[in-house]
């Protein structure tokens, strides 16, 4: 556990920074907490969890999912974790 929190730190860190820059911390930390929500779910998990779905499914999945829930920059966020296979650290991410 210790690890993923390691793991997740210089994204937190990234997105703090950017959410500092553009004077939007609480959107940020909302959009972020829908995601992690999504994540929980049992049916996504299983999901994000199967490598037999490619990145870009995933992708389009939890963008579709989080429509009217993230902007522009949360849902590029959102893809480098799926193109860097970290999407299971943004629960840690959030804390």
């Not at 994000?48 to 963008?63: E, F, G, H, I, T």
């Not at 974790?81 to 991410?93: A, G, T």
Request: with cysteine.
């Amino acid at each position: 556990m210790s690890e993923l929190a390691t793991l997740a730190r210089p994204y937190a860190a990234a997105v703090f920074k950017r959410a500092k820059e553009t004077h939007a911390t609480a959107k940020w930390s909302q959009s972020l907490a829908f995601m992690a929500a999504v994540l929980k779910n049992e049916n996504i998990s299983v999901v994000v969890d199967n490598p037999k779905v490619n990145k870009q499914r995933l992708s389009a999945l939890m963008l579709d999912i989080c429509q009217g829930h993230v902007n522009e920059e949360n849902e590029n966020f959102l893809k480098l974790l799926v193109h860097n296979n970290r999407l299971s650290l943004l629960p840690y991410i959030t804390k």
